[in-house]
């Protein structure tokens, strides 16, 4: 049974070397980019729309039992339920207890990543509920029993004749591998379901406190009819997805689809308070918000990084990632892949299991630049080495080697000494022609590079030489 | 699934709490509090472009009888089946120009039909910045504005705000927030990019977004 | 002696072939050569070069010999126990300097940028923050400080320029480097794609990932073959290097160069370095 860290390691070494999925991969982040830069015109400042948006996250995150109390008390003033689940099992058993006591054995899901978060899908799945996925790129993965590559698109490691291949399998009437095609056929299958379901669970882009509403964005349409249809709407978000005023939406929705797609805005950016009114003509039952905690309690309490939880799941972050690039959406094994998941998920799950992302970083900084709320994502992710060192087994050989460089750097005699003697060294390992043999010192470096020249004097010895010692 | 079960409430409000008594930094603001957008000088004129872009069919009409003979066009391109409608006075007053060989579903009686061919509703307010409808729960339910293949908006010129902050102060003015269940701003026709980010139009949602905006009301609102 | 005769006349020659050699009405000041610890075993004609060039344009520089290392291999590591000791060291090494340059992006990141993080709540700290805002890149030295633009230099090559990204993203420097080659005699500065993309050294990452590391130095090296250009150069000689043992693997035609290598060059044949030494600058 390997690690995380192991499984890590061993995929990111196939996907690196992957050079179809590095193509596909370049092909949808050109896309993007391109995207984002006729988006961007849009904005005079958008300098200010971050700087702002971070303001408004962190006034809500700061003050968070305050706002979170104010939404509460709002939802159910407009009828709706509001549960706060401390645990993954604690929500999905909430729902999975809902559906059993209203008979559901149909539920409509759009896309969320808190709902993989909490596995709730295999739960309700396990208790004989049938759970379609309602977003195309989500479908696409739950039919392949894949996790989602992307957090904004699932399946964009697949081709269309991939995908027309999947369709005919499970839907039939495939006719060709153009997109629009395909489209149609998945809507198709859906249809049925989203008009037959007893359940719709949504996650929430945000939870609007003043008006007890949340926020969800689609594009698809399929977050509208899965809480239209269905006689019970569940939504889940974590904790730390409340901000304060509806009007802050006006700047959020224009930001969030830039970073996220580049586009202007989103399709359907949608508010929903509670189930219907007494005078609306359709409309859910029942409205059921569930708040999920799971460790963003105690995020919150890590002042140094509770700006993590200001996190607006726009997934730039693993658009711009060099290292999302070469390894891939998958390699991460986690819910949260990218700059945010790495940073997010020694948290979440603990920093022995998953420390080992926070490493797997050139620490680039692009993250932190694309990053639309100004999350010091690449900080974090030295804050969560340092926390590593600090408290947990890092390897022996790791923490000795630290400690001699500590001495050596302590005395420019003896660095200069050293550095001598490594460069005689390694000189002599070229001369013997061991490198790239288990005897090379630099090995993981020689496998991969032509080996480097290794100079006869060092700056300060010539410095010496030129100007005598100063 | 009442309150008393919910123990867990107490606790994640206690850690909260404890959390924050520490505060967190935050980033000096280093620009200014200028506007973020361009200013937008000739509101229609951006509605018509961003519908242009985002694929919302806009048709501009003198007054509401006028856009009444628009509607009965579009209807017109759209195969033989059920309407919804939003049971609205001004819908009312258009709805005959739309019955040649058609079935009307009221909203008054529920949600449209799944086999619906289209949707023809009012607006809460329409957004020059971005091209969008504000439709709410009022303007004929959840289902209206997104079941049927086809979604017709009926609007008129004063419902036309310049932005986002414009439109949600509307809303507020018009109480729409406290009265409904359901806002939503929509902007063009459902589509998804999860294929090769290739853009595909139509979705679970609408493939058309028909805007019809009158001038004014009627012929005898010129003054 | 005669050496030293040699490059003295060398130099004043150099003075009058530069006639914008910079006088801003300041007393000239000294500059300390910050020689990061990979730059002194690994590269040291970098700052040979560096230091020839800051002479060149009227400074005076000297070699603090106490320096060893400004820590930051063992801070990106998460060592910051281990780091502190060090930066407190090279926080008193280099308290009297007037102006601090360094050929190293990523090492002035570490001072001005993490030094106030690293050393906060030491008695050291008001110390660091004020040799953080002393110590300077070679590129923004030149052009923010010294206010020149035009060092004199000579290279007519085809040169591509790699954003190391420290310098880039946490020292904020763009069109510096750019500015300079565009003054250079005969160079002529090409664009690769995608010339922001990390290459993939990222220090301690180069060796405990050197899959994901060498693939993207992989694609930076791609992208530099398909500039067009003879040379690639950068700010960063760690990326240099990592760059270097990739087109080298890939028996591609480029080759890498640091800024301040190609900013030492002149036309003048008695300060210009023979093909061999060149070939040692460049690997």
Request: aromatic share 6%.
């Given at each position: 049974?390997?690690t995380?860290?192991q499984e ?7 996907k ?12 949808g ?6 995207a984002?830069?006729?988006a961007g ?19 809500a995150?700061n ?9 509460e ?6 009828g ?6 401390e645990t993954?099992?604690?929500a999905?058993q ?5 559906a059993?006591q209203?008979?559901?054995?149909t539920?409509?899901k759009?896309?969320?990543?808190v ?5 709730l ?10 759970v ?25 490691h697949?081709t269309r ?7 005919g399998?499970?839907f039939?009437?495939v ?12 809507r ?10 007893e ?5 929430a882009?945000?939870?609007?406190a003043?008006?007890?509403m ?22 889940v ?10 009007e802050d939406?006006a700047l ?24 219907r ?6 409309g ?16 919150l309490a890590?002042?140094?990084q509770?700006?993590v939880?200001?996190?607006i ?17 998958h ?13 997010l ?21 692009a ?13 974090h992710?030295?804050?969560?080495r ?13 923490r000795l ?6 001495w050596?750097?302590?005395?420019e ?9 490594a ?12 490198a ?11 496998e991969v ?16 030489e ?5 | ?9 107490e ?8 959390a924050?008594?520490e505060?967190?930094p ?6 200014s509090s200028?506007?973020?957008?361009a ?6 004129d951006?509605?018509q ?11 501009i009409?003198?007054?509401?009888r006028a856009?009444a ?5 579009v ?15 001004s819908?009312r007053r258009?709805?005959?120009?739309w ?38 729960a ?6 209206a ?21 414009g439109?949600?102060?509307?809303l507020r ?6 009265k ?6 929509i902007?063009?026709?459902?589509r ?24 004014q009301p009627?012929?005898s609102?010129?003054? | 002696?005669?050496?030293r ?5 060398a ?15 300041q ?8 020689i990061?610890c990979f ?38 590591s998460?060592?910051?126990h281990e780091a502190?000791p060090?930066a407190?060291r090279?926080?008193r ?10 050929p190293?992006?990523?090492c ?6 993490f ?6 709540g030491t008695?050291?700290?008001a110390?660091?923050k ?13 052009i923010?400080?010294?206010k020149?633009?035009?060092v004199?230099a000579?290279f ?16 904020h420097?763009?069109?510096e ?22 290459c ?16 993207m ?16 150069t ?22 890498t ?12 044949p008695s300060e ?9 600058r460049t690997?």
């Amino acid at each position: 049974m390997s690690t995380p860290a192991q499984e890590f390691l061993r995929s990111a070494a196939i996907k690196s070397a992957d050079l179809e999925h590095r193509r596909t991969i370049r092909a949808g982040i050109d896309h993007y980019e391109a995207a984002v830069d006729r988006a961007g015109a849009r904005f005079l400042d958008w300098e200010a729309a971050r700087q702002r948006l971070h303001e408004i996250k962190w006034e809500a995150v700061n003050h968070l039992d305050r706002y979170l109390l104010e939404f509460e008390m709002r939802v159910k003033e407009r009828g709706g339920h509001v549960y706060w689940a401390e645990t993954a099992e604690d929500a999905r058993q909430y729902i999975a207890d809902l559906a059993a006591q209203r008979g559901v054995r149909t539920v409509v899901k759009s896309k969320s990543m808190v709902t993989e978060e909490i596995d709730l899908t295999h739960t309700l799945e396990k208790k004989g509920v049938t759970v379609f996925e309602t977003d195309l790129g989500e479908l696409i993965v739950q039919l392949r029993n894949e996790p989602p590559y992307h957090l904004m698109t699932p399946a964009m490691h697949l081709t269309r004749a991939e995908i027309a291949k999947l369709f005919g399998e499970k839907f039939g009437g495939v006719e060709s591998d153009d997109p629009q095609h395909l489209v149609a056929v998945a809507r198709r299958a859906l249809r049925k379901a989203f008009f037959s379901a007893e359940m719709g669970v949504t996650g929430a882009n945000f939870l609007v406190a003043d008006t007890g509403m949340i926020a969800l964005t689609t594009n698809e349409g399929n977050g509208r009819l899965g809480s239209s249809l269905p006689r019970i709407h569940v939504a889940v978000a974590g904790i730390e997805k409340v901000i304060p005023r509806m009007e802050d939406l006006a700047l959020i929705w224009p930001t969030l689809a830039r970073s996220a797609v580049g586009q202007s805005i989103a399709c359907y950016n949608t508010l929903i308070g509670g189930p219907r009114t007494a005078s609306e003509p359709d409309g859910p039952e029942e409205f059921h918000l569930v708040l999920l905690d799971n460790g963003r309690s105690e995020l919150l309490a890590d002042s140094e990084q509770r700006d993590v939880l200001h996190c607006i799941r726009c997934g730039a972050c693993l658009n711009v990632c060099p290292v999302f690039r070469k390894v891939g959406g998958h390699s991460y094994g986690t819910v949260y892949g990218g700059p945010i998941g790495s940073v997010l998920m020694p948290h979440l799950g603990g920093l022995s299991k998953y420390q080992h992302l926070s490493f797997a970083s050139s620490l680039c900084g692009a993250c932190t630049k694309a990053c639309p709320v100004k999350i010091d994502l690449h900080h974090h992710l030295l804050h969560n080495r340092r926390n590593a060192v600090q408290s947990t087994e890092r390897p022996a050989s790791e923490r000795l080697a630290f400690r001699l460089w500590s001495w050596a750097m302590m005395g420019e005699r003896r660095f200069a000494l050293l550095g001598s003697a490594a460069r005689v060294l390694l000189r002599g390992v070229q001369a013997l022609g061991l490198a790239r043999t288990p005897l090379d010192p630099m090995r993981p470096w020689t496998e991969v590079h032509a080996a480097p020249a290794i100079p006869k004097k060092s700056f300060r010895a010539l410095w010496r030489e030129q100007h005598g010692a100063s | 699934m009442e309150p008393a079960e919910n123990s867990g409430r107490e606790r994640i409000l206690a850690r909260i709490r404890s959390a924050l008594r520490e505060t967190a930094p935050k980033h000096a603001a280093a620009t200014s509090s200028g506007p973020v957008f361009a200013p937008i000088s000739d509101p229609l004129d951006r509605f018509q472009k961003e519908c242009a872009l985002n694929n919302t069919e806009c048709v501009i009409a003198s007054d509401l009888r006028a856009s009444a003979s628009a509607i009965a066009q579009v209807l017109a391109s759209i195969p033989p089946g059920e309407i919804f409608l939003q049971d609205a006075p001004s819908l009312r007053r258009m709805a005959p120009l739309w019955q040649e060989g058609r079935s009307i579903r009221w909203s008054s009686e529920g949600g449209p039909a799944e086999s619906s061919q289209a949707t023809i509703t009012c607006a809460e307010t329409l957004v020059a910045q971005t091209g969008s409808v504000f439709v709410s729960a009022s303007c004929g339910g959840r289902g209206a504005s997104v079941v049927a293949p086809v979604h017709i908006v009926v609007a008129t010129m004063d419902q036309l705000v310049v932005d986002l902050d414009g439109a949600f102060a509307r809303l507020r003015d018009l109480g729409s927030p406290a009265k409904n269940s359901m806002l939503c701003l929509i902007t063009g026709s459902s589509r998804t990019a999860d294929i090769e980010k290739i853009i595909v139009m139509g979705a679970h949602g609408p493939r058309r977004l028909v805007v019809v905006l009158a001038w004014q009301p009627d012929e005898s609102a010129r003054s | 002696m005669e050496q030293r005769r040699k490059r003295i006349g060398a130099v004043e020659n150099l003075k009058e072939t530069c006639p914008e050699t910079m006088h801003n009405g300041q007393p000239m000041q000294t500059i300390a050569l910050f020689i990061p610890c990979f730059v002194d075993q690994l590269n040291p004609a970098v700052g040979i070069d560096m230091a020839r060039v800051l002479r060149r344009i009227g400074y005076a520089v000297r070699f603090p010999e106490a320096q060893t290392c400004c820590g930051q291999p063992a801070f990106n590591s998460g060592y910051w126990h281990e780091a502190r000791p060090v930066a407190e060291r090279f926080v008193r090494v280099f308290r009297d300097a007037d102006a601090i340059v360094c050929p190293s992006g990523s090492c002035t990141t570490m001072v001005r940028n993490f030094y106030p993080e690293l050393l906060a709540g030491t008695p050291i700290l008001a110390e660091a923050k004020s040799v953080a805002a002393r110590v300077y890149e070679c590129c923004e030295f030149l052009i923010k400080i010294a206010k020149v633009t035009d060092v004199g230099a000579s290279f007519p090559h085809r040169v591509t320029y790699h954003d190391a990204c420290h310098a880039l993203r946490e020292l904020h420097l763009k069109q510096e480097p750019r500015e300079l080659l565009r003054h250079v005699r005969g160079l002529e500065v090409v664009e690769m794609p995608y010339c922001e993309e990390c290459c993939g050294f990222g220090g301690t990452f180069a060796t405990k990932f050197p899959m994901i590391s060498s693939a993207m130095g992989e694609t930076k090296s791609i992208n530099v073959e398909a500039s067009g250009a003879e040379y690639v150069t950068s700010t960063d000689s760690s990326c240099l290097m990592h760059i270097d043992g990739i087109l080298r693997l890939r028996k591609s035609s480029a080759r890498t160069i640091h800024v301040a290598s190609i900013l030492a060059q002149t036309a003048l044949p008695s300060e210009n370095a023979s093909i061999s030494t060149v070939a040692e600058r460049t690997r």
